[in-house]
């Protein structure tokens, strides 16, 4: 059963445009909802996360907006960069679960 | 670099034989974690420790896999009698307890079956 559903599956922007990735869950009990930017060979990467108790967290470029009655989050990221071509994913853990179950993933394109 | 190093980096073996990653975390993280990445998908948990003790398995950890972290530092995965199916991104993650639950993930190790 996919928890955490992600969208779009791949998205083109160019540069200097807004790049915004959804994700819907399913689990009321999640607690915690990071995002990763993984770079082809390497390790997911933590860019920004987010606790239930705000609807908005922004870390320079990147904004986490969180809906909890809509169990809805997204990643906004602004004035978007060839270096933001990745791919990115959300996660959702709870608390005394710790493992994190991640979305599907979003290969993002900025074009120059 | 996270900090967290994963050794081999890729692993090609044939189908049958067995197979061991190794994690080494960041040196005051007491808690790791396993998960497995295809191609296209997001990461998919298999297994936690907390220190030296493993407090959850997934259903995807058959009885193929195993996995140990003596004294509470490096942490290694074996699988045995490997199939193709197996072949994917195994991918080690740390944290410290009492932190904000962030995980920090080492570079992975790709598995091919042939």
């Known amino acids: 059963q996919q928890q955490v559903k992600q969208s779009p599956q791949s998205l083109i922007v160019q540069k200097g445009g807004i790049s915004i990735i959804n994700c819907a869950y399913e689990?009321?009990?999640?607690?915690?909802f990071p995002w990763y930017q993984q770079f082809p060979g390497k390790g997911p990467a933590l860019l920004i996360a987010?606790?239930?108790?705000?609807s908005e967290k922004k870390e320079g470029r990147f904004t986490i907006s969180f809906n909890k009655s809509a169990k809805q989050f997204s990643l906004h990221i602004m004035d978007s960069q060839p270096g933001d071509s990745a791919t990115y994913f959300c996660a959702a853990s709870i608390k005394t679960a710790r493992q994190l179950t991640f979305g599907s993933g979003t290969q993002l394109t900025v074009l120059p | 670099d996270t900090g967290v190093s994963q050794n081999p980096r890729h692993k090609i073996t044939k189908r049958g034989q067995n197979v061991t990653f190794r994690c080494d975390p960041i040196s005051e993280h007491n808690r790791l974690y396993w998960y497995r990445q295809t191609l296209g998908q997001g990461p998919e948990f298999l297994t936690y420790f907390q220190n030296e003790a493993q407090l959850e398995k997934s259903r995807l950890l058959s009885d193929r896999f195993s996995a140990e972290r003596p004294k509470g530092s490096f942490s290694t995965l074996e699988i045995q009698r490997t199939e193709q199916g197996d072949s994917a991104m195994y991918l080690c993650?740390?944290?410290?307890?009492?932190?904000?639950?962030?995980?920090?993930f080492g570079p992975g190790t790709r598995l091919t079956v042939l």
């Open positions: 987010i606790r239930p108790d705000v």
């Open positions: 993650a740390s944290s410290l307890e009492g932190g904000v639950d962030e995980q920090f």
């Open positions: 689990n009321t009990a999640f607690d915690y």
